[in-house]
Antibody, heavy 122, light 107 residues
Framework: EVQLVQSGAEVKKPGESLKISCKGSGYTFTNYWIGWVRQMPGKGLEWMGGIYPGDSDIRYSPSFQGQVTISADKSISTAYLLWSSLKASDTAKYYC???????????????WGQGTMVTVSS | DIQMTQSPSTLSASVGDRVTITCRAS??????LAWYQQKPGKAPKLLIY???SLESGVPSRFSGSGSGTEFTLTISSLQPDDFATYYC?????????FGQGTKLEIK
């Protein structure tokens, strides 16, 4: 079964760092772009950026450039989203998702992780 | 950035109704548009890709149409399971963007 499994919910304080993960299985992880999507409480979906694990090509939305870091470890089929200094406004649910066509980001998201809820509060 | 405008924001309908949701893009997308369904607390689910292609396993009452800058999602006969929020997404470039969502409510 093709799936993406994300790490569990996190509660952090402002200024702390955080890395959440997204592990792919059931397919060749290096061949498909992975995107990250933010959903703030009660709000819509926002594309943050994506990575091609095969060569670590990374693209960011201008809205998130410099705010987060996307990476991947292809040896363990896992993508990451990292914050160096969290803010209360980072409170949201974060999804990873796979672009459906091999080797390109010109594809819809066909497989989604279950989401990781990140709560930032003092 | 390509802006996506969905309408309506909220739609009230009854089981058995035919409903249509519209998504307009600020520039041409060719057919690089997808539709998703999201239920509370769950990840989005892909319904339609390349504007009109039905994702495997999605009921045939869902259909998509359009090209360029105007697209529609149609549900031919609403079922109880269809009450959810729907999003369009353009992927004409690496800089994907989503519409703001349409909440489909029971009348």
């Amino acid at each position: 079964e093709v799936q993406l499994v994300q790490s569990g919910a996190e509660v952090k304080k402002p200024g702390e760092s955080l890395k959440i993960s997204c592990k792919g299985s059931g397919y060749t992880f290096t061949n498909y772009w992975i995107g990250w999507v933010r959903q703030m409480p009660g709000k819509g979906l926002e594309w943050m950026g994506g990575i091609y694990p095969g060569d670590s090509d990374i693209r960011y939305s201008p809205s998130f450039q410099g705010q987060v870091t996307i990476s991947a470890d292809k040896s363990i089929s896992t993508a990451y989203l990292l914050w160096s200094s969290l803010k209360a406004s980072d409170t949201a649910k974060y999804y990873c998702a796979r672009h459906q066509d091999s080797g390109t980001y010109f594809g819809a998201f066909d497989i989604w992780g279950q989401g990781t809820m990140v709560t930032v509060s003092s | 950035d390509i802006q996506m405008t969905q309408s309506p924001s909220t739609l009230s309908a009854s089981v058995g109704d035919r409903v249509t949701i519209t998504c307009r893009a600020s520039q041409s997308l060719s057919s690089w548009l997808a539709w998703y369904q999201q239920k509370p607390g769950k990840a989005p689910k892909l319904l339609i890709y390349k504007a009109s292609s039905l994702e495997s396993g999605v009921p045939s009452r869902f259909s998509g149409s359009g090209s360029g800058t105007e697209f529609t999602l149609t549900i031919s006969s609403l079922q109880p399971d269809d009450f959810a929020t729907y999003y369009c997404q353009q992927y004409n470039s690496y800089l994907n963007t989503f519409g703001q969502g349409t909440k489909l409510e029971i009348k």
